[in-house]
T-cell receptor, first 113, second 113 residues
Framework: DQQVKQNSPSLSVQEGRISILNCDYTNSMFDYFLWYKKYPAEGPTFLISISSIKDKNEDGRFTVFLNKSAKHLSLHIVPSQPGDSAVYFC????????????FGEGTQLTVNP | NAGVMQNPRHLVRRRGQEARLRCSPMKGHSHVYWYRQLPEEGLKFMVYLQKENIIDESGMPKERFSAEFPKEGPSILRIQQVVRGDSAAYFCASSPWSGKGQYFGPGTRLTVT
């Protein structure tokens, strides 16, 4: 039962353009969402989060959008840089899941110079 | 301020041996989480502990796996009688409270031969 899904295993964009990574969830009890970035052989690094009381959160080049009715969130990176090339995971938590995070499968982002 | 530390970074065990994975949370963090990442998959929650207490072990396999977080010292994830299917990256995360911000260590890559 995959409660958090990232349907695109990979995404390739040109440097300077916008990267849009998508994530869908099925559990309506999720109320907090996070994006992590992961390089090979390293642990996930927290990027940005959003609570279900908001529909947008911005931090520098990173913006997360939440559409609760569609159970969909997206991460926008603009402008994209080659150093952004990594695997991006979305994760969710909520009242019924307690403190544990439920992760999507990840999207490999490649930013081409 | 050191981050979450995990050791060893790489561990090779033969089938039937025991594996012990250690995690030292960030300074001031008393909540520890263990996740497992199988090849080509996202991270899956295993167990959530506070000092001397297991809070949520709903993701732990019923047999061979155990976890502890003693009053003094690191958290330990123990896998007895390892099998090839246990080969994975095991990540530990910590947080200062039972909230949403989890900070991950670099992981331990377990290979069972």
């Amino acid at each position: 039962d995959q409660q958090v899904k990232q349907n695109s295993p990979s995404l390739s964009v040109q440097e300077g353009r916008i990267s849009i990574l998508n994530c869908d969830y099925t559990n309506s009890m999720f109320d907090y969402f996070l994006w992590y970035k992961k390089y090979p052989a390293e642990g996930p690094t927290f990027l940005i989060s959003i609570s279900s009381i908001k529909d947008k959160n911005e931090d520098g080049r990173f913006t997360v959008f939440l559409n609760k009715s569609a159970k969909h969130l997206s991460l926008h990176i603009v402008p994209s840089q080659p150093g952004d090339s990594a695997v991006y995971f979305c994760a969710a938590s909520g009242e019924t899941s307690g403190s544990r995070l439920t992760f999507g499968e990840g999207t490999q982002l490649t930013v081409n110079p | 301020n050191a981050g979450v530390m995990q050791n060893p970074r790489h561990l090779v065990r033969r089938r039937g041996q025991e594996a012990r994975l250690r995690c030292s949370p960030m300074k001031g963090h008393s909540h520890v989480y263990w996740y497992r990442q199988l090849p080509e998959e996202g991270l899956k929650f295993m167990v959530y502990l506070q000092k001397e207490n297991i809070i949520d072990e709903s993701g732990m396999p019923k047999e061979r796996f155990s976890a502890e977080f003693p009053k003094e010292g690191p958290s330990i994830l123990r896998i007895q009688q390892v099998v090839r299917g246990d080969s994975a990256a095991y990540f530990c995360a910590s947080s200062p409270w039972s909230g949403k911000g989890q900070y991950f260590g670099p992981g331990t890559r377990l290979t069972v031969t």
